[in-house]
């Protein structure tokens, strides 16, 4: 569309030079047809003279703005259709220049000094129409995103993925260092009276299942009743060491403390149980099971996500446009933000461009080398050849003005 409007354009500008030159020859002729019969007509050899050198200035601009693109009425003249015949210089020049000059890392963060980036980048997130319909670009990806992505790639990734980041941590220190925050805010102890609760009620619920094992244990001639005094008996002492468990101050309470400690030096010296959990979770990782079960994470959340994205109210659309609205409101308010994005931008795309520019020059130094020759003549005329056509007028006119002038000039000596 651009190309057909400026092709009007340089049509309609060359149809008026081309008419004024036309209007200067009528004018030039009817001036020396006239003048025999007219002679007493003083402004007629003006006239004559101001056409004749127009004419002559228009025919010389003709010429010289023809002989850019092509030669001047097919004619072999030397130098003429100067830029298809120059081509490859051409572009190799329009590189250089654009290289050495425009794509500068100087040139280039000068320019972007005055281009706002962030802010206009909020502006425009922070207008709902434009953050919704972004967020419904985005939504509208993903079902051609999980259609690229196979199942089985997943479950690989993520197995190699978290084998590969947990090869080298240590487990052994972190665990101890979980280990000692509980014990410095004596979540232990409550660990440990919540394992006394669990033992007591166990041994309340299993009251009959522990009679029946110890009659079933004890011998054919042993009375019923001894079965029940044993039973009786077991059952008081095991709830008199609960019992004592759960005082402040027991010995097992200390025991287990002591336990904690011991584990705690433990876990962070001891070689071997490092290579105990570390062979452990390395096991558990690559346990077919584990890999079902991410296999298994990974189709529900797919499915869950297809399910949502393709509704019309898609809650992941709601929340992306809520998010992108509420980012894009958030920095026009943050003055320093804004300044600290665009400033990044700015040495990203300056340096991304300086530091390409060598390769942006060569593209077009091949596109240019690409087009033939009548290409390259239809291009820089469609894009030049308007302003060329008022040198084509200027000329008619100036040139008309001189003669006019050397005609005067020559009437006074």
Request: glycine share 4%.
């Amino acid at each position: 569309m651009r190309e057909q409007e400026q092709l009007e354009q340089l049509t309609k500008m060359r149809k008026l030079a081309t008419s004024l030159l036309v209007l200067m020859a009528v004018i030039f002729v009817g001036a020396k047809i006239l003048q025999p019969a007219y002679g007493h007509l003083s402004f007629l050899p003006f006239v004559g003279a101001f056409a004749e050198a127009a004419m002559v200035g228009a025919l010389a601009d003709w010429f010289a703005v023809t002989a850019l693109f092509r030669r001047p009425l097919g004619l072999p003249i030397p130098h003429t259709a100067i830029i298809p015949n120059n081509k490859d210089r051409i572009g190799e020049s329009v590189a250089n220049f654009l290289e050495h000059n425009f794509m500068t890392q100087e040139v280039l963060s000068e320019e972007l000094k005055q281009v706002d980036f962030a802010g206009a980048a909020a502006k425009w997130l922070a207008v709902q129409e434009n953050s919704r319909a972004v967020s419904a670009q985005v939504v509208s990806g993903i079902p051609a995103l999980f259609r690229m992505i196979e199942d089985d790639d997943v479950g690989n990734f993520m197995q190699n993925t978290m084998a590969s980041a947990l090869k080298n941590i240590k487990f052994a220190p972190v665990a101890a260092e979980i280990v000692s925050v509980l014990v410095a805010d004596r979540r232990h102890q409550m660990l440990f009276d919540h394992l006394i609760s669990l033992a007591g009620k166990a041994l309340e619920q299993n009251k009959p299942f522990i009679r029946q094992k110890i009659h079933e244990k004890s011998p054919r001639w042993m009375p019923r009743a001894i079965d029940e005094k044993l039973f009786e008996r077991l059952l008081a002492e095991t709830q008199i060491i609960l019992d004592e468990m759960k005082d402040e101050n027991s010995e097992w309470r200390d025991r287990f403390q002591q336990a904690a400690e011991e584990l705690i030096e433990k876990l962070k010296s001891s070689p071997e149980y490092e290579e105990k959990i570390s062979n452990i979770i390395g096991q558990t990782l690559r346990h077919p099971l584990f890999r079902d079960y991410t296999e298994h994470v990974w189709l529900d959340l797919k499915e869950r996500l297809l399910v949502d994205v393709t509704s019309s109210d898609s809650r992941v659309a709601a929340q992306l446009d809520n998010a992108l609205r509420t980012f894009g409101e958030a920095l026009l308010q943050d003055s320093a933000v804004q300044d600290k994005l665009n400033q990044w931008i700015r040495t990203f795309a300056a340096e991304a461009i300086a530091d390409r520019r060598e390769a942006i020059a060569d593209l077009i130094r091949r596109v240019i080398l690409k087009w033939d020759a009548e290409t390259v003549s239809r291009k820089f005329e469609l894009y030049v050849g308007k302003d060329l056509q008022y040198i084509r007028i200027n000329g008619t006119l100036v040139g008309g003005m001189v003669g006019l002038v050397l005609h005067t000039v020559s009437l006074a000596l």
